[in-house]
């Protein structure tokens, strides 16, 4: 099981992710659209990476916004992996 982050880790973390903030025992993004089907396409690729590592944001889709939570359950909070993630969603976010 990864090790939960300490809160000062958190907000190193959140320097430099792009957008990210912290809400409770979660990281949270809005990724915005400019076609529905985009924000389904994104989540689709998200998807896939996240059935991979076996870690699974929470996903929101309204419309042309795409809304992420990640959290790690086992740890009770955020881990290394949470980060990870959130940096390779983002990548996925610049390539769309």
Known sequence: MAKRLSLTEINESLAVLSSWKLDGKFIVKKYRFQEFLKGVSFVNEIAALS????????????????????????????TDLDIALAKKYDEIFGKM
């Open 51 to 78: 059935e991979e590592k076996n870690h699974h944001p929470f996903i929101a889709i309204d419309y042309k916004l795409v809304t992420l939570r990640l959290t790690s359950w086992n740890a009770g909070g955020l």
